[in-house]
């Protein structure tokens, strides 16, 4: 007994001999001197001496030591660790069910020479997609996509569900963030309820959806503009209370087809310096606007966001065809922000706070005048 014993013992001793090689060459592969090398072992060696205590040496995933000496306790889990990893790494990246937190920016954008524009102190930048790497591209249509979701062309393109009735109200302009504000020309006052955020609608995003309501008016298409400021006093749980008054409207008035959420961005420089998004047109200097669209990848119930999305690439497709820089690449995420209410709904944010209020009002209304176009073609 003792030959078989030894030979297992070499054995044993060759495979750990073989994996110390392979954990010594992982571990200082990106060493360029022998004292980096000497300061990887030192600082990995601990972690990898937990890591063989939990038996997980040589498994690489999120999960944390608690989780991995759990599943280890379990047979059925532990032989299906690799899909409880990727559960768990999906659970700690999402968002919290009810987070409608910042919206970040698109993949990468170029800054054009800005044209002239109104003089509020505030340096201007017109911002257009840099190429289409991080982007799908539907036509003249950017989609910045955070979602799972891969999106087609060809389903982008489909007829979007609402039309116009003709009876009643067709449209709801509301603003969960009534209370974000744009820049004024030094010298106007403005009492500031916060950051960039004022009460008076002379300078906040409340005074674009007065704008948005008066053309799509004129146009013969029925509004109701919610002017309501729902993060003032308080800012949180701003959709919940817009959310709620979204549902009543429907309630009163179910001819309803298109819910308008408008907002505005913030934009800073590297160096945290705010700075405005403009767009050069016949009529003047525009602020530049954002299509945000809305999924179900927070695990919210929302089936209906692909209408939605085509809707939103509808209306960026006339806008651009008219006013090229007018609209920035398109934002699809996780959070529904309340657009599961309508099967046209959609959030704009039109300019950023360092926009002259004049450059939003102006944005607003072309935008309000392709909107009129793509919703009467598509009722005929």
């Known amino acids: 007994m003792k030959r078989p014993l030894g030979r297992i013992l070499q054995r044993l001793e060759a495979a750990a001999l073989a994996a110390g090689t392979l954990w010594l060459v992982g571990v200082t592969a990106g060493s360029d001197t022998a004292a980096e090398a000497a300061d990887a072992l030192v600082s990995s060696a601990p972690l990898r001496a937990l890591r063989w205590e939990l038996g997980d040496l040589w498994t690489r995933d999120t999960l944390s030591a608690a989780a991995a000496l759990t599943i280890g306790e379990a047979p059925l ?42 003089d509020n102190g505030v340096p201007a930048r017109t911002l257009v997609p840099t190429g289409t790497a991080g982007y799908t591209v539907c036509g003249r249509t950017y989609i910045s996509n955070s979602t799972d979701y891969t999106l087609a062309v060809q389903d982008l393109q489909q007829p979007f569900s609402a039309v116009l009735t003709g009876e009643g109200p067709q449209v709801l302009i509301l603003h969960t963030h009534g209370s974000e504000g744009y820049t004024p020309a030094p010298g106007e006052e403005v009492v500031w309820s916060g950051n960039y955020r004022t009460t008076d609608t002379r300078y906040n995003v409340v005074r674009v959806g007065d704008e948005i309501a008066r053309v799509l008016g004129e146009a013969g298409i029925s509004v109701l503009h919610d002017r309501t400021l729902y993060d003032y006093p308080s800012y949180n749980e701003a959709y919940d209370r817009s959310l709620a008054a979204v549902q009543t409207y429907l309630a009163q008035y179910p001819s309803i087809q298109f819910v308008l959420d408008v907002h505005r961005d913030a934009i800073e420089d590297a160096e945290g310096n705010q700075y405005k998004v403009v767009s050069a047109v ?59 209410v309508a099967p046209g709904a959609l959030l704009l944010e039109v300019g950023a706070a360092g926009n002259a209020p004049e450059e939003a009002v102006l944005a607003g209304q072309l935008f309000a005048q392709c909107m009129a176009e793509v919703l009467q073609a598509r009722s005929k």
Do not use: C, F, K
């Open 77 to 118: 889990l532990l032989a299906a660790r690799p899909a409880v990893a990727g559960l768990w790494s999906r659970e700690e990246e999402a968002p919290p069910a009810d987070e409608t937190g910042d919206i970040v920016e698109p993949v990468e954008e170029t800054p054009l020479e800005a044209p002239e524009a109104p």
């Open 282 to 340: 016949e009529e003047g200097t525009a602020a530049q606007m954002t299509l945000v669209v809305g999924s179900d990848g927070s695990g919210l119930s929302h089936p209906n966001w692909m209408d939605n999305l085509r809707l939103a690439v509808a209306l960026q497709e006339e806008t651009l065809r008219e006013y090229p820089t007018l609209m920035r690449p398109m934002l699809l995420r996780n959070s529904r922000y309340n657009q599961h």
